[in-house]
Structures are given as C-alpha cells and as structure tokens.
C-alpha cells in the first residue's frame, strides 16, 4: 500500500514567520492530496487539498506545492499566527481512490 | 445539518468485552471510513465503505468488524476489547470516494482496561 512520511513531528515558530511541513508518498498512482488540522481535543478539518494535476494551490495565508516526479507535497502557511498551532497532517489517496493513508502528524505551535 | 455523529464520546471497557461506537451521517455521502488515531501514528484506515451493503478492511482491520445497510449508518463493532485497542476512533465520510474531503466525526476515546 501506499506509504506517507511527514517531517517534522515538532515545529515552532514566531508569530508572523513562515512555517513549511513536507510529505513523501510511494505509489506514483496517488492522485489526491489533502491537509488536515487537528486542534487539541478537536476532530481533523481539511484546509486546503491538490490533486495530481496542480503544481500549486493557495488560499490566503496557505498554500500547497505538489512535485509529482519527486513525489513530495508540502504545507506553507505565511504570517503564522498564534491560533494556526494545531497538529497538521498530510494524506494521499491510494491509486484505487478508497484509501486514504496520513502522515504521523506535525505539531505546530506559533509563538505570540 | 449535523454532519457526522458519533457516540459515544468517551468508553471504558475491560478486556474481553464487545461493543459498537455507532456513526451517522446526513449529508448522503456514499463513502464512509473508520480510524484509529493512537499518538505518533497519524490516522490509520481500519474499515471503509463505498456505499450500502459493501464494506472492505483498511490498514489495520483486524479485531473490528463493520457493516453498511444504510447510507446514513456506519457502526465499528469491537468483539473482543484488548489493551491495544486503547484509542480515539474517527468515523469519516465522502460525497465521492477518498479522493473527496474526508468530514470528520468528533471521535470516540475509547480506554480497554
């Protein structure tokens, strides 16, 4: 099956800085790629997704880059802020497309 | 709409013990899927539906069984509770597969002593 690694597990950063997360997949066939975030205590909420023919999607402060040959995607939120800390967590589609397999989770916390 | 519902929201259970953590949705989504979320390990796949009367194993099925005779219901039966299945459960679904926006239930923690 497909195989998901994210880095880093732990990121903190200064309020107003930029914060980057990155994923790995395996299975060249993934096709969907979506972030989610988990605040303490909540259930996950999607934030922003790409799909394999899109280089990069940006809503506001967050946007997504997918580089298909590579087979990395990544997160960048700008002008972090203090209620952006949450776990984040990336996912890819399996080639199927009735699988989903997530990252072990990022836990950022903005610093005020 | 209130989405995706779980219960309950919080279980203790001893060894051994069976029980269901029932899922509804209402917003007629074909796809549902069940994971376990244990720390480190992100979400994990443990059952998934495509839609009423078929349901197939994910990542890490067994000790769990499920079953989908409505579009709205999407029950996880544990039969027998071990110590390793100590977790929060997620109940998910989609209007159009796991290549759509996965919507969350608000989970289930759930403690086998």
């Known amino acids: 099956g497909e195989n998901v690694e994210q880095h880093p597990s732990t990121l903190s950063v200064q309020e107003g800085d930029s914060a980057v997360i990155k994923c790995t997949y395996s299975d060249s066939a993934s096709n969907y790629f979506p972030w989610y975030k988990q605040e303490l205590g909540k259930r996950p909420q999607l934030i922003i997704d790409?799909?394999?023919?899109?280089g990069e999607k940006k809503d506001q402060r967050i946007a997504v880059t997918l580089n298909k040959t590579a087979k990395h995607f990544s997160l960048h939120i700008t002008e972090t802020q203090p209620e952006d800390s949450a776990v984040y967590f990336c996912?890819?589609?399996?080639?199927?497309?009735?699988?989903?397999?997530f990252g072990t989770g990022t836990s950022l916390t903005v610093i005020p | 709409n209130a989405g995706v519902t779980q219960t309950p929201k919080f279980q203790v259970l001893k060894t051994g013990q069976s029980m269901t953590l029932q899922c509804a949705q209402d917003m007629n989504h074909e796809y549902m899927s069940w994971y376990r979320q244990d720390p480190g390990m992100g979400l994990r796949l443990i059952h998934y539906?495509?839609?009423?009367?078929?349901?197939d194993q994910g990542e890490v099925p067994n000790g769990y069984n499920v079953s989908r005779s409505t579009t709205e219901d999407f029950p996880l039966r544990l039969l027998s509770a071990a110590p390793s299945q100590t977790s929060v459960y997620f109940c998910?679904?989609?209007?159009?597969?796991?290549?759509?926006?996965?919507?969350f239930g608000q989970g289930t923690r759930l403690t086998v002593v």
């Open positions: 996912a890819a589609s399996s080639n199927t497309g009735n699988q989903f397999y």
């Open positions: 790409i799909r394999s023919n899109v």
């Open positions: 539906s495509v839609g009423a009367g078929i349901t």
């Open positions: 998910a679904s989609s209007y159009g597969g796991a290549d759509t926006e996965a919507f």
